[in-house]
């Protein structure tokens, strides 16, 4: 049988220290805790606790990190990169689940609890993507929670064979249908549409559209997006990742597009990206949209950033956003809690009583402090059971 | 006498591993050192030297660092938070010497060595931010050299006495003539530039003038400081700071404005802000033009972001600038190291026999790896004497 762990003198986010006792893997009480024999008690020394970080755009199965550096002069469009990196792969000996254990710990360190990746489909490598971030998936299950979308990165109709591949991904085991960029990538937008949310049709599955078409090209397919959304019967099922139109310069156009996206509960994944238009925080959460966020690629063929610290995030989106006030950097942080909750449905996510014990522990005067330093996480529980301190995991990889 | 240090096994810029070593202050050579009687002997451990960091822009006197954490509740325009601050700071206690004394101890920890630091100087403050930075300038120069921009945050003109106050403070010590946005703020550019350039003249001393101005407004004030400092024969020494105009969308005319700039020796400092439009980095760099970077305000009445980490700077202008070569990378790197350094007029700065031993080691596999991964500095010198170790000042601080 499972442990009681009673974690001391922590501040449930950022407000008066308390006990949280925690059985079987969920909070079971919150309030001053008498010593219990047979307990475990970890003094949280004061610190601020919030339900596990979640990171809901990355891509696992392609980070460098722990790999030699990888000098990168690739030109800077999305097409040569994308060529770059799938025929790069295999040159450089990239393991995708060696390098999806890899991020795994880094976020893990982070506070991080549960992951959405995007792992690459394609008729170059398959499902070997897949193959790598389930074998990372099965083998971590114990210190994260990993959702997989299968993500045709090189394109649905224009490489043929992809479909049928993406139809295998969800066969064996990936959980959320992805698409790309459906006017620019496949030059066929009811083409790629069509076959989207006929996959999630067929296997029962939420959507997960990454949409860097700017303005009114992505306006555009947004549109189609939210029409096939409603005809699905998907509302609350649908997400589009980046969204970089909806930064358009049109503030009427944007506030109709918004109304109807919080109508079909579509949620918005933005990264708060400093060098494209994207989703004006404030605004799209004020409309009902529900937004989470991502590191995106970490330390790849693309670029060298990334860190895979959620809360360096929340700072990201914040200052993407000017928001300097607290009660504003406060609904940056619900974006990577709650909001990436939402939009992979956990059950139980919190820190209240009955909720899963997936917990960070974060060092700060006030929650807006903590975000703002970033110090080492002192503490990581998955289901109650410790797995790293001091920002570090407490699990070794290859 | 100066001891002789010798820095064993670093590589410098992240070239080849070297020693190099140390005598009064400068470095006396670089190449494979014998062991020296009477020689310290400091193992680099094969770390990365670079000259010190330049922070170029900040605001020493007002950072609320180590204070009780200010809750923001302002809201985000410029006047509103001027006014915001100038009525703050008495209440909260904000003392200039003991908060820039905290500042200087954060930006040393992350290997700065020099620093520009814009002073406020306003009819209802006088000239205490600037005695209490040269107080801190003064109870510090054996770690950091500190340049005090006299700073008219409140208006130049429209608060009547400021003028006087900016004389007596370029008088007193103050190194650098400031300006705030001539026309948003004094609306009166002429009126603004003229007293600008005088005070310049008249102490025979550089201007910084900061220009939030943004698209056509700030191109036509750009035009007037370009015209200013070819009649006062100010070429090299003048910096727009911030300069938001040129982000603007007008290809062509941001192309004559920038063959202007170069023309004229006038510096841009730009923090890469991830929320206005900026110089595009890499543009305004071909066109020969001097680009520095800075912190800007560190966690104060304005904002709580910042932590003095010019690495983290340089990631942050790669960010906004879509800079995900290792080339153009560098090239952020060169703006917080000789960018500055070209900016402040310092003499000696670099890591060749006769500069100046203002050093920093910075952990990495190569230059990119190291900047990105923004790990704590092993070692940083001042002068040739060891004055942070492993992220953290070895002095302390009120």
Not at 22 to 50: C, F, H, K, Y
Not at 137 to 151: G, L, N, P, T
Not at 369 to 392: H, I, T, W
Request: aromatic content about 4%; charged content about 25%; hydrophobic content about 40%.
């Amino acid at each position: 049988m499972d442990q009681t762990v009673i974690l001391k003198n922590v501040r449930p986010w950022g407000e008066s220290a308390t006990d949280v006792v925690i059985r079987e893997g969920r909070i079971a009480e919150v309030g001053p805790a008498t010593a219990m024999v047979e307990a475990q008690s970890i003094d949280g020394g004061g610190a601020i606790l919030l339900p596990g970080l979640v990171e809901a755009h990355t891509h696992l199965d392609k980070t460098l990190y722990g790999m030699p550096w990888n000098r990168n002069s690739v030109p800077s469009n999305l097409v040569a990169k994308i060529t770059n990196e799938r025929n790069s792969k295999k040159r450089i000996g990239l393991d995708p689940a060696r390098q999806s254990a890899r991020q795994v710990a880094l976020s893990v360190g982070h506070g991080t609890t549960h992951i959405r990746s995007h792992v690459d489909v394609d008729t170059e490598h398959g499902l070997a993507g897949v193959h790598g971030v389930m074998a990372t998936r099965e083998k971590y299950a114990d210190v994260v929670d990993i959702e997989i979308v299968a993500f045709p990165q090189s394109g649905m109709l224009i490489r043929q064979g992809t479909k049928e591949l993406m139809d295998e991904a969800l066969s064996v085991g990936a959980d959320v249908v992805g698409g790309l960029d459906p006017c620019s990538m496949d030059l066929d937008p009811k083409g790629h549409l069509d076959v989207v949310f006929a996959l999630a049709e067929k296997h029962g599955k939420p959507i997960d559209i990454h949409l860097h078409e700017p303005g009114e090209l992505g306006i555009f397919t947004t549109r189609l997006i939210i029409e096939r959304t409603r005809a699905h019967a998907m509302a609350g099922k649908v997400t589009i990742s980046h969204a970089f139109c909806l930064g358009h310069n049109d503030y009427l156009a944007i506030g109709r597009l918004l109304e109807q996206l919080a109508e079909t509960g579509i949620a918005i994944m933005t990264t708060g990206p400093a060098d494209y238009a994207c989703p004006p925080l404030i605004r799209t959460l004020d409309a009902g949209v529900t937004v989470c966020s991502g590191s995106d690629g970490i330390r790849d063929c693309w670029g060298p950033y990334g860190n895979a610290d959620m809360l360096e995030r929340a700072v990201f989106l914040g200052m993407r956003n000017d928001l300097d006030r607290d009660d504003d950097i406060l609904r940056a942080v619900e974006v990577v809690t709650t909001g990436g909750a939402t939009v992979l449905g956990l059950e139980g996510y919190g820190v209240k009583v009955g909720d899963m014990a997936d917990l960070v522990l974060i060092d700060g005067e006030t929650l807006t402090e903590a975000v703002v330093s970033r110090r080492p996480r002192p503490l990581v529980m998955k289901r109650g059971k410790v797995v790293a301190r001091d920002g570090a995991p407490l699990f070794t990889t290859e």
